[in-house]
């Protein structure tokens, strides 16, 4: 059996025990309240009714078995058409109440003794009407059951369908992050060889290595520490220091206590990447790098603030486009906190760049 076909068996057995424990739950609730009213209903008409209780429940019981059977009927046919279903709750009904009616005056000569046995078989046709009326209102509380239990089962599966896409997109987005910063840090390694510094790119080599194996070993929909977050944010730090050591330098800012909110793996990565490349890499002066996180209400807010290259006339030399590195991230805040996660990046001043992410403030 493959693990899907497992699975979905798995499910169907589950979803026949709800609905068998929620059957029995309501056969004892349906006939209970029968019980009752109809003892209240028969002392208005004078029998007594404690003399007639045990009668009535072995009648009862015998209720609650004839309400099973309908209701095993009415399930064979739960993906029926509402009308098949119609006719079996009826068929069953009428046959649940005939036997009704025969047990009933079989309990009667069990417990009167009359003598000689006679049948009134007006009170045989007033029992054959109520047991009628009780059975066909049973069949439509379990008829009423069976799609409360059809609803809910639809809305869990469209929830694991909603569940699946996210997490399918989520992948898709995430798994951009590595080709995106591979392909950066090659040109790097590049750079560095070119300018003839191979005892760096060396080392750029073994530092892009231990960075690799770490973040392709995080679960892409896992969230992590934002002090994590921060550690692997410096080891790929660690690579660019290699060949922008002498004008690149970071600052870290974090309001206290939240080294422990959580945040996507590896959510930085782009916005970093663009700081270096825009900045550091466009620039022949030092570089500030400035990462920061803040409470603003119930949110979190983590941006990456850097110092951008001028050209002569003063004009800035950074598009002012989202490049893919930022559109992923915008598309995976999006994607995992809709309606509440956002992405606002652009200039803050002439030579100032900052990126901000927004989402909901969660503590590991």
Same mark, same amino acid.
């Given at each position: ?22 059957? /029995?739950? $309501?056969?004892? +609730? ?15 008409? *004078? ?23 309908i209701s095993a009927a009415l399930? %064979? ?11 079996? =709750? ?19 000569? $069990? ?8 049948? &009134? ?14 059975? +066909? *209102? ?6 009423? /059951? $069976? ?10 599966? +469209? ?9 399918? #997109? ?5 798994? #951009? ?14 750079? /560095? ?28 929909? #896992? ?13 790929? +730090?660690?690579?660019? =220091? ?7 330098? $970071? ?5 206290? =206590? ?10 930085? #990565?782009?916005?970093?990447? &663009? ?22 209400g119930s949110a979190l807010e ?13 004009? &800035? ?10 559109? &992923? ?6 994607? %995992?906190?809709?309606?509440?996660? *956002?992405?606002?990046? =652009?200039?803050?001043?002439?030579? %100032? ?9 969660? /503590?590991?």
């Open positions: 059996m493959k693990p899907k076909d497992a699975a979905e068996s798995s499910d169907e057995a589950a979803h026949v025990a709800s609905v068998l424990r929620a059957t /029995l739950w $309501l056969v004892l +609730l349906y006939w209970f309240v029968e019980f009752i009213v109809s003892s209240v209903m028969w002392g208005i008409l *004078g029998t007594d009714p404690i003399m007639s209780a045990p009668g009535k429940l072995l009648l009862m019981l015998c209720s609650m078995v004839s309400s099973c059977g399930f %064979r046919v739960r993906h029926w058409h509402i009308a098949a279903k119609i006719v079996v =709750g009826f068929s069953t009904s009428l046959l649940a109440a005939f036997a009704n009616a025969g047990i009933d005056f079989l309990i009667y000569l $069990l417990f009167v003794r009359p003598d000689p046995i006679a049948v &009134n078989w007006t009170n045989v046709g007033y029992t054959l009407i109520y047991g009628m009326a009780v059975f +066909l *209102g049973w069949s439509f509380f379990f008829v009423a /059951l $069976l799609y409360s239990f059809e609803l809910r089962e639809r809305e869990r599966r +469209l929830a694991i369908s909603r569940e699946e896409a996210l997490s399918a #997109q989520m992948r898709a987005l995430r798994y #951009q992050v590595n080709p995106h910063f591979l392909f950066n840090t090659l040109n790097s390694i590049a750079g /560095l060889i070119e300018e003839g510094s191979s005892v760096a790119a060396g080392r750029m080599v073994m530092s892009l290595s231990n960075f690799l194996r770490t973040t392709l070993e995080l679960d892409p929909l #896992q969230d992590v520490r934002l002090a994590d977050e921060l550690a692997l944010q410096a080891g790929y +730090l660690h690579i660019e =220091g290699e060949r922008y050591s002498d004008r690149m330098t $970071l600052q870290i800012d974090i309001a206290s =206590g939240l080294e422990d909110a959580l945040v996507p793996s590896l959510i930085l #990565q782009p916005l970093i990447e &663009n700081a270096v490349k825009h900045g550091v890499g466009r620039s022949s002066h030092k570089v500030e790098i400035v990462i920061s996180a803040s409470i603003t983590v941006s990456v603030e850097n110092d951008t290259a001028v050209e002569v006339g003063g004009q &800035n030399r950074r598009s002012h486009s989202t490049g893919v590195g930022l559109r &992923n991230v915008a598309d995976r805040v999006a994607s %995992r906190f809709p309606g509440v996660g *956002g992405l606002v990046a =652009g200039l803050v001043s002439p030579q %100032r760049f900052r990126a901000t992410i927004t989402m909901p403030l969660r /503590l590991a």
